[in-house]
């Protein structure tokens, strides 16, 4: 099946700084992508939706100018975390569309652990 | 609406039992589902998946039962493996400007004793 991959994997961070997160989908172009947030034994949240050469789109309660997204090509998106708080430790999942499949089957990345102290 | 934020059940069984894993959803216009598996530390994987035009439909070892009825699907797991344990989610997925909208449930916590 489609990969997708999520870099880094782990970041820890101090407060105040920015973090960049980015996903790739590696053999397949997606002009869509998702960008989720995970609590510990919660479910997925979903953020945004990410769509290639224009503006993301923010769920009700997502802040986009603390979440930057940018998907620039038909193979990477990238979320930013701006100014990260404590608060904003979390796992951070990315899922791309391969819309040339049924259905608009979608693939997740490894998720990326986000720790900011 | 959807339990998103609560705390995961969880479900234990014997290695070898049958599991079935529940989810409500909360859209009647959602016409498409997939089950999702989360193990610690990754990313959700693809389990199975049914439209909405369909009540029923099994792959290898897993069955999903769709009932719009009373917007319940359901996830069937046969002869239970330590492999199996894992979060498991519905998501329920909406058609939006032609492309489906996903929405995740609140996910159960399988756990399989050998």
């Known amino acids: 099946g489609a990969v997708v991959s999520q870099h880094p994997s782990r970041v820890i961070c101090k407060s105040g700084t920015s973090v960049k997160i980015e996903c790739r989908s590696l053999?397949?172009?997606?002009?869509?992508m998702f960008w989720y947030r995970q609590f510990p034994k919660q479910s997925l949240m979903l953020m945004a939706t990410?769509?290639?050469?224009?503006?993301?789109?923010?769920e009700q309660g997502v802040e986009k100018d603390k979440f930057l997204i940018n998907h620039a090509s038909l193979t990477l998106s990238t979320l930013t975390v701006t100014s990260a708080h404590p608060e904003d430790s979390s796992f951070y999942i990315c899922?791309?569309?391969?819309?040339?499949?049924?259905?608009?089957?979608?693939?997740f990345g490894p998720g990326t652990r986000l720790t900011v102290l | 609406g959807e339990s998103v934020g609560l705390h995961l059940p969880t479900l234990s069984v014997q290695e070898g039992d049958n599991s079935i894993i529940n989810c409500a959803y909360s859209?009647?216009?959602?016409?498409?589902f997939i089950w999702y598996k989360q193990e610690s530390g990754k990313g959700p994987q693809f389990i199975i998946d049914?439209?909405?035009?369909?009540d029923k439909r099994q792959g290898q070892r897993v069955t999903v039962l769709l009932n719009k009825t009373v917007k319940h699907l359901s996830l069937q797991i046969a002869a239970t493996q330590p492999g199996d344990s894992a979060v498991y989610f519905c998501a329920e997925n909406l058609s939006s400007g032609g492309s489906y909208i996903p929405t995740f449930g609140r996910g159960t916590s399988l756990i399989v004793h050998p």
């Open positions: 899922s791309a569309r391969d819309t040339s499949g049924n259905y608009n089957e979608q693939f």
């Open positions: 053999d397949f172009q997606a002009t869509t």
């Open positions: 859209n009647s216009a959602s016409d498409y």
């Open positions: 990410s769509n290639e050469g224009s503006k993301a789109t923010y």
């Open positions: 049914i439209r909405s035009n369909m």
